[in-house]
């Protein structure tokens, strides 16, 4: 890979888990969200730059954080989901029209801890999954078109706050699950997706926050607070791999559906590519390192592929007023 071009920001980008957003329509260029603050900067995909501010507020000087922003590919539609300290909003895919509000329902004895929701991912045909401060999943049925999102389950397994969602990106082996979910604990918990969710597995913390998570053709790629890459069978559970991939706290993971290529971006400053596969004799999941770039003296927040084959990449870090982006070399 090589450093390609930059995309101006207005703002930088705040130190939060996976802080950027790409969307990869088909025959058109991307397009990138990345969070700052109260709103979040929308650019590329030909459309001007725009910013979409948190709702929720009720007064100007009390308008929420974002906390995440993603698009939900769904096979019907895509929706663009922001999350905040107040709840959860869905715009349709270019953020000019908002489709559906969700407001963070207050517990009656209120934790030490603040609210928010965070963790994004669509799943099943036609389900967008949100994470919550106090460890629940909530699940909301889309509907083909039109505003009468409904709030179908909430999944009730994580102690802890939830930090990230992913489903399943390729072909899921028999018997595993095909969303995963991950908290402040660095605990997981398997599902698999239909009209109604269930719980196949529980991979419980090892004191290290998972801060980003991933899932392709039945592996589990986590991301942790100590700087580890960990590779877990989404059908067993079993650990298969680790590796220690960074110095400083993970921030994103991401990876590539066509070819099973994983993106790792941290703290210290540095992304990583590695390439998944399984042994077709052993059936053992294999990690092989393919790239480093150093981003200079920048903490890195988000980092995405812009392709589904992974052959460019995109990255935001903390006060970093740009989108750098990687294309082969």
């Not at 096979?75 to 709840?87: A, C, D, F």
């Not at 009468?148 to 072909?171: F, K």
């Not at 419980?204 to 607070?225: D, E, H, K, M």
């Amino acid at each position: 890979y090589r450093r390609e071009r930059s995309l101006t920001l207005r703002s930088s980008s705040s130190a939060l888990y996976n802080n950027l957003a790409v969307l990869c329509p088909p025959a058109r260029p991307p397009a990138f969200g990345t969070v700052h603050g109260t709103t979040l900067s929308l650019l590329g995909n030909e459309a001007p730059p725009r910013q979409l501010q948190a709702r929720g507020g009720g007064s100007a000087l009390s308008i929420p954080l974002l906390t995440q922003a993603a698009w939900c590919e769904l096979p019907s539609r895509v929706l663009l989901v922001l999350t905040s300290q107040r709840g959860v909003q869905m715009y349709d895919s270019d953020g000019s029209t908002m489709v559906f509000w969700h407001a963070l329902d207050v517990p009656e004895h209120p934790a030490a801890h603040s609210m928010f929701a965070r963790g994004i991912s669509a799943a099943g045909s036609h389900f967008v999954c949100v994470g919550t401060s106090f460890g629940a999943v909530l699940v909301f049925d889309i509907p083909p078109k039109g505003t009468n999102v409904t709030l179908s389950e909430v999944l009730e397994q994580h102690r802890d706050p939830v930090t990230d969602i992913a489903a399943e990106q390729g072909q899921a082996p028999d018997g595993a699950g095909d969303l995963v979910t991950a908290d402040d604990s660095g605990a997981l918990c398997l599902w698999s997706t239909g009209e109604e969710f269930t719980l196949l597995g529980k991979i419980p913390g090892s004191g290290s926050t998972c801060s980003s998570v991933r899932l392709w053709n039945g592996i589990v790629a986590a991301g942790y607070g100590n700087g580890q890459i960990r590779l877990w069978e989404a059908g067993s559970g079993q650990i298969r791999a680790q590796v220690s991939a960074h110095a400083r706290w993970i921030y994103a993971l991401d990876l590539a559906p066509l070819t099973g290529k994983l993106l790792s971006g941290a703290e210290d400053s540095f992304v990583h590519v590695w390439k998944l596969s399984r042994n077709p004799d052993t059936d053992d999941i294999e990690i092989q390192h393919c790239h480093t770039e150093c981003v200079t003296d920048t903490q890195v927040c988000g980092t995405r592929f812009c392709d589904p084959a992974g052959d460019t990449f995109a990255v935001t870090g903390y006060d970093l007023s740009e989108i750098l982006c990687y294309g082969p070399a």
